[in-house]
């Protein structure tokens, strides 16, 4: 789409938040609802994306604009089905399901998902079950219910970094630790990624290249974490 706007302002704060403005024009979300933002900070960096735009407007330059638009769009009005959805994470956990060969692989997997375990014991105050089996787990009632305590708790900014990243991951274990801030991009990263990135250390991806559908789905995820970092803040 072709920049079709000369100036970015902000509207004074209202209840709902500032209002973007372009041309004096509100914005509108894909979902044709007006974009209001709670934050002045967020705000700001919003209108720093919009004004860096040349002569094409490209979304995929502005990240902190498009996770605006998520929140206003998919995550307030669908909240309740989207919490459902990220509670059955709890019993298909990523961390919670291991190997005990290869040996590397096992150690892989405790390097990484180990730390996370102990910090929920630590959290949560329960001890999160492990198999290394090809049957499926059931956490306790109690973990259920704490987590979900938790999660209802959570103002909309918290949840959908929570969401998004327990989707990213494949673990609401990763998500907890990432939106509390005691673990950073970088540990989510190698967490969620663990298993592939030891096959590139195997066939020496480091010369030979990662493959270009991991690399995308990797540096997708590091974008989205580094965005829902501003939300958090």
């Not at 933002?37 to 407007?57: C, L, R």
């Not at 949840?159 to 989510?188: H, N, P, R, W």
Request: net charge negative; aromatic share 12%.
């Amino acid at each position: 789409m072709k920049r079709f706007y000369k100036s970015v302002t902000l509207t004074n704060r209202t209840a709902e938040g500032y209002g973007l403005l372009l041309d004096n024009k509100p914005v509108q979300t894909p979902a044709r609802k007006t974009l209001f933002i709670k934050s002045y900070d967020i705000a700001q960096m919003v209108i720093k994306e919009w004004e860096s735009q040349t002569e094409n407007i490209l979304p995929l330059t502005m990240p902190v604009s498009q996770m605006a638009m998520t929140l206003t769009d998919r995550v307030i009005p669908f909240r309740g089905n989207l919490e459902s959805e990220i509670l059955g994470y709890i019993d298909t956990d990523l961390i919670c399901y291991r190997t005990d060969e290869p040996e590397h692989y096992k150690l892989i997997q405790e390097e990484k998902w180990n730390p996370f375990v102990n910090w929920f014991k630590i959290k949560f105050h329960f001890d999160l079950q492990v198999t290394y089996g090809l049957s499926p787990l059931t956490q306790s009632d109690e973990i259920h219910q704490s987590i979900k305590k938790y999660m209802t708790s959570m103002n909309h900014e918290s949840f959908m970094a929570l969401y998004i990243t327990t989707l990213g991951t494949g673990s609401i274990i990763l998500g907890l630790g990432f939106i509390e801030k005691d673990f950073s991009v970088d540990d989510i990263l190698e967490a969620a990624f663990a298993e592939e990135k030891l096959k590139d250390k195997i066939y020496l991806a480091d010369i030979y290249g990662t493959a270009p559908d991991q690399a995308r789905k990797v540096q997708t995820l590091k974008t989205e974490l580094e965005t829902l970092l501003h939300f958090i803040a």
